[in-house]
């Protein structure tokens, strides 16, 4: 357990500290020194995976493993490694040794759901990510949202379940855009207009600015037949890019949706002219 949480403290350390080139230096000199130390062979492989360099990992981890064959966290590096080098059958035979001995590793259970996801094995992965949601201590929004993907590449009757897993994160982690704009878009999937509009109008109190949520809950409206009220917030759009400082309104994104906005007011609806309108 001691070598597999350096490995981990060593993955986050060479993501974002250095150029690799000098960090794979380094530990060459150490290994050269120490070349019996499993954990350096582990933290250059790393390093190498991080490079991109799979024969040099790969050469690392077998090293490794001649010095350490029962330690586990060869078996979960390898297997990232491998992953990250779409080498997806060879990936899931390392997380399944490495999850045989233990079962409840939540980084285990992440990394065998990714790869069950990249081999078009949606439920298997659905399952994998699940009982990772369960065991973390502390799940990253991307987690659910993984998970949340994984279980609409099922089949459609697994798109409720999907919200629940999105509604699970909100609740641990707050009203976060990152997981309320899917579980939003799922709504509209299934026609849950309500549900959508509920879900508008608490994402949109996470955010200073109206005009982009208020088009967004016209387009629910118009999907749910209701075109009065659909214009009504379409125009409410309008009204607050017209307030905005102009440089602000003469970006390319608001004024795109100001156009997108202007098109919506003057389209007739369906069934209607537009001698009716006038």
Known sequence: MIALAAWLLTLAIASGHGDLHDQINR??????????????YLRRARLNHLHQDWAAASADF????ALAPTLDAIH?????MLLAA??????????????????????G????????????RPREAAGDFLRAIELAPHPEPELYLECAQTLTAIDAEQTGKAISVLDQGIAKLGNLPSLGVP?????????????ALARIQRLSTTSTRQESWLARRGDVLMQAGRVEEARESYSAAADAIA?????VRTRQVTADLAASLQRKLTTPSPGQTLSDRN
């Open 27 to 40: 530990i060459t000199s150490q290994i050269r020194q120490f070349p019996q130390d499993v954990d350096l």
């Open 109 to 120: 259970l992440i990394t065998r759901a990714r790869i069950e996801a990249r081999r078009g």
């Open 243 to 247: 307030k905005l400082p102009p440089h």
């Open 62 to 65: 077998d090293r490794a493993e």
């Open 183 to 195: 579980a939003l878009d799922l709504e509209i999937r299934l026609k849950r207009f309500d549900a």
């Open 76 to 80: 979960l590096g390898r297997g990232q």
């Open 86 to 107: 779409a080498r997806f059958e060879d990936a899931k035979s390392e997380l399944d040794k490495f999850l045989t001995k233990l079962p409840l590793h939540v980084d």
